[in-house]
């Protein structure tokens, strides 16, 4: 976040999309809230130069004038102008300085204890190479991950709230806490908020997916929020900011936790796409009129060649294999 943008947004000059983009960057990080504050600080203190009263203001500048080279009107007029622009600029890099200097700057002869770790900061990495990994988060929530997934979460929560950030999808099973709401960065500006719920979460480059299984998740991105209930889904594209929400059938979803893949009166699009997803981008549908036949079934986990074979004798259609990639005709 670039120090112009920190103070415009103090200034309030900022227009609504740079303004949720400051708010975010606070809100993202203990590192980046304390820096803000920093400049907030800094901010408030600077403001005693506006009440400096106007007669002294004056004599001061013609005092300092009288040691100055002459100087054209105009420069002069601007310096008049911005002159408390400028000290808001040098009192804020004296702050920020005064943040980011080494701690073991100190006063001689003093000894200084060693502050508590913060094992809020401490971040665990979690990238899964298989379907169906399970992990403990500190206040016992449990988090699923599909194949490639990456979760972010830290060591313990902070006082106030709990973050994780994901890269992929997974699931939730959130363990409730009023007093200390969940949160989920999942990519693309948005954000889940829940208190205690289950969910899941496609967190791709493209979109952000969401599906309720129980209790309420909100959703948020910029401005933009939606409450989501159990057998809602609501999808969000990258370069929109709208949040589009619909009711939610199928369970197919749900194939990387249970181990089978549930129809449930599904098109062959939805069930070719997930197959795709869990086995590789390896199956198309030729014909473009197989595409909105249904099914009602249940696959169990298994080579993906049997279950072609099996949809192939329901539908009575041809399954072709070429070069890898096998085609529905």
């Known amino acids: 976040m670039s120090e112009e943008m920190i103070v415009?947004?103090?200034?309030?000059?900022?227009?609504?999309?740079?303004?949720?983009?400051?708010?975010?960057?606070?809100?993202?990080?203990p590192e980046h809230a304390a820096v803000y504050d920093e400049y907030k600080k800094v901010w408030e203190q600077s403001k005693v130069l506006q009440h400096i009263p106007p007669k002294d203001t004056e004599a001061s500048w013609q005092k300092l004038k009288s040691k100055m080279q002459p100087a054209p009107s105009l420069w002069v007029s601007m310096v008049r102008k911005y002159s408390w622009v400028a000290a808001l600029w040098v009192m804020a890099m004296i702050g920020v300085w005064i943040w980011m200097r080494p701690s073991k700057m100190q006063e001689p002869g003093v000894v200084k204890t060693m502050p508590k770790k913060d094992t809020s900061a401490v971040q665990h990495i979690v990238k899964n190479t298989v379907?169906?990994?399970?992990?403990?988060?500190?206040?016992?929530?449990?988090?699923?991950?599909?194949?490639?997934?990456?979760?972010?979460?830290?060591?313990k929560f902070a006082e106030a709230e709990r973050r994780v950030a994901l890269k992929g999808e997974a699931f939730f099973n959130i363990t409730p806490d009023r007093t200390k709401p969940f949160f989920v960065d999942a990519g693309n500006d948005v954000e889940i908020r829940v208190v205690g719920t289950s969910f899941n979460v496609k967190a791709m480059e493209g979109y952000t997916e969401v599906i309720v299984e129980t209790g309420i998740v909100e959703v948020k991105k910029f401005r933009r929020v939606v409450l989501l209930h159990p057998g809602e889904k609501a999808r969000i594209d990258r370069d929109d900011s709208s949040i589009v929400v619909q009711k939610h059938r199928d369970k197919l979803y749900r194939y990387y936790r249970d181990k089978h893949f549930e129809c449930d009166n599904t098109p062959l699009w939805k069930v070719v796409e997930v197959l795709n997803e869990a086995y590789g981008d390896s199956v198309r549908i030729d014909n473009k009129a197989l595409r909105t036949l249904t099914i009602t079934t249940r696959f169990d986990e298994q080579e993906l060649e049997n279950i072609l074979d099996i949809i192939a004798e329901t539908f009575e259609i041809k399954v072709e294999k070429e070069g890898g990639i096998y085609h529905l005709k």
């Open 131 to 155: 379907r169906g990994k399970t992990d403990t988060l500190a206040d016992r929530s449990v988090v699923t991950l599909n194949q490639y997934a990456e979760l972010r979460y830290p060591e």
């Open 8 to 29: 415009k947004y103090l200034l309030n000059e900022c227009d609504a999309a740079s303004r949720a983009e400051v708010e975010h960057w606070i809100q993202s990080s």
